[in-house]
């Protein structure tokens, strides 16, 4: 894949209940590819659930829903393949004793070895090492700027561990390592998250740029900007104690994904 192709996103009456409750329901979207997404309501209101199963990283249990085509839940496996997740607790946790090279590097090496189509995995070994290189060092490059992180800027640059990061810088980072893969499908978890508004705005600047190029995006957050669809995430008859359990039960899932 030469660059990101944004899948359309679509659902009606998209639900998800659990042994423990219901962690969302009648949910619809209409996106086309290319759009920013968000999800918008209260913590504890199967926010996080409704982007794991947007991505196909939870199983839904009620209504329908279309990822570029691929039908959830039938077809999660695809949907996952052409997605990536970024700030999400519990699944893309940054290691703080890393610094910012070694998780992008790790993240290109990983992409090298398990992201590419079968013809290239059997290919890979195959191409000349500065060859390789070359093509980890674009990535790279190119999901940085996507992402507005600049290294350079950074208290040591490369080395600046991942615990001397501002959240905001972190955030970039997260996204950064998402976008390596260059997914049709970006999904980012409590995107206004202890933020202030103007890091807040700095956020949605960023993820509309995303979309703007190609990617669509799925953004959970408190409150939607103006311009995103929306969608909004109800409270339902259940407690939020069930809706934090659900979600860390997810969440354990998809880490095992």
Not at 127 to 148: C, Q, V, Y
Not at 165 to 171: D, F, I, Q, Y
Not at 194 to 202: G, P, Q
Request: a neutral charge; one cysteine or more.
């Amino acid at each position: 894949m030469d660059g990101p192709h944004g899948l359309g996103v679509t659902a009606r009456d998209f639900g998800l209940e659990g042994p423990r409750g219901r962690a969302f329901r009648g949910v619809g979207v209409d996106a086309g590819p290319g759009s920013l997404i968000a999800v918008e309501g209260p913590s504890g209101s199967g926010r996080t659930c409704l982007l794991l199963a947007l991505t196909g990283r939870m199983r839904s249990t009620e209504g329908t829903a279309t990822v570029g085509g691929a039908t959830l839940p039938r077809q999660m496996a695809a949907v996952r393949r052409a997605s990536a997740l970024a700030h999400v607790p519990g699944v893309t946790d940054l290691d703080p004793a890393l610094t910012v090279g070694e998780h992008l590097l790790e993240r290109a090496l990983l992409q090298r070895r398990f992201g590419g189509s079968l013809k290239d995995s059997l290919r890979g070994p195959l191409r000349p090492r500065a060859e390789r290189a070359a093509e980890g060092k674009l990535r790279i490059d190119s999901a940085l700027a996507a992402a507005g992180l600049d290294r350079e800027a950074l208290p040591k640059g490369s080395r600046t561990a991942v615990r001397d990061l501002e959240r905001l810088e972190a955030l970039r980072l997260s996204v950064a390592l998402a976008l390596v893969g260059r997914p049709g499908l970006l999904g980012v978890d409590d995107t206004d998250l202890k933020l202030s508004d103007a890091e807040r705005a700095e956020v949605w600047a960023l993820l509309k740029s995303i979309a703007q190029s190609g990617t669509t995006v799925v953004a959970v957050c408190g409150e939607a900007p103006d311009g995103a669809v929306r969608v909004s995430t109800r409270p339902t008859d259940h407690t939020s104690e069930t809706d934090d359990k659900e979600t860390a039960d997810a969440l354990a899932e998809t880490g095992r994904s």
